[in-house]
């Protein structure tokens, strides 16, 4: 289990994406997304923390978490920090999208429909570019 504290170097990024599967590579990589209620981690209910499957960078606390019925797993709030939201204007709408802050691999997308007694948003984000450290 790897997590890093500083940002990568490039090469050793490079190293890492070399083994990541197909459609990691894809959604990380490319900005590909898995398809809905196909991913590992979204009926996953255990306790700890969801890191970055490129970097090992912490990005979310389990207990933020949330049943949004979209298919992929959803988190109310990032870890302070971890993640960069970008404008994406592809397939015609503008989104956010979601990218680790330490080695830049897309996760997926933020929405303003999430639980609105926290913070409102929903991180809609792809099960193969997190990796969950449990408790």
Same mark, same amino acid.
């Given at each position: 289990?790897?997590? /890093?504290?500083?940002?990568?170097?490039?090469? +050793?990024?490079?190293?890492?994406?070399?083994?990541?599967?197909?459609?990691?590579? =894809? $959604?990380? &990589?490319?900005?590909?997304? +898995?398809?809905?209620?196909? !991913?590992? /981690?979204? @009926?996953?209910?255990? @306790?700890? %923390? /969801?890191?970055?499957?490129?970097?090992? &960078?912490?990005?979310?606390?389990?207990?933020?978490?949330?049943? %949004? !019925?979209?298919?992929?797993? %959803?988190? =109310? &709030?990032? $870890?302070?920090?971890?993640?960069?939201?970008?404008?994406?204007?592809? =397939? !015609?709408?503008?989104?956010?999208?979601?990218?680790?802050?330490?080695?830049?691999?897309?996760?997926?997308?933020?929405? +303003?429909? !999430?639980?609105? +007694?926290?913070?409102? &948003?929903?991180?809609?984000?792809?099960?193969?570019?997190?990796?969950?450290?449990?408790?």
């Amino acid at each position: 289990m790897l997590v /890093y504290n500083k940002p990568m170097k490039t090469d +050793e990024i490079q190293k890492k994406i070399a083994q990541l599967d197909e459609m990691t590579k =894809d $959604v990380t &990589q490319n900005k590909g997304t +898995e398809p809905p209620f196909t !991913g590992k /981690y979204v @009926d996953e209910h255990s @306790d700890g %923390s /969801y890191h970055c499957m490129v970097c090992g &960078q912490k990005l979310f606390e389990a207990g933020t978490k949330f049943e %949004s !019925g979209s298919g992929w797993p %959803s988190f =109310d &709030q990032a $870890v302070p920090g971890s993640v960069k939201m970008l404008t994406d204007n592809s =397939d !015609g709408m503008e989104r956010t999208e979601v990218v680790c802050s330490n080695c830049g691999a897309h996760l997926g997308h933020m929405f +303003e429909d !999430g639980p609105k +007694e926290t913070t409102g &948003q929903r991180f809609c984000i792809n099960s193969c570019a997190l990796d969950l450290h449990k408790k």
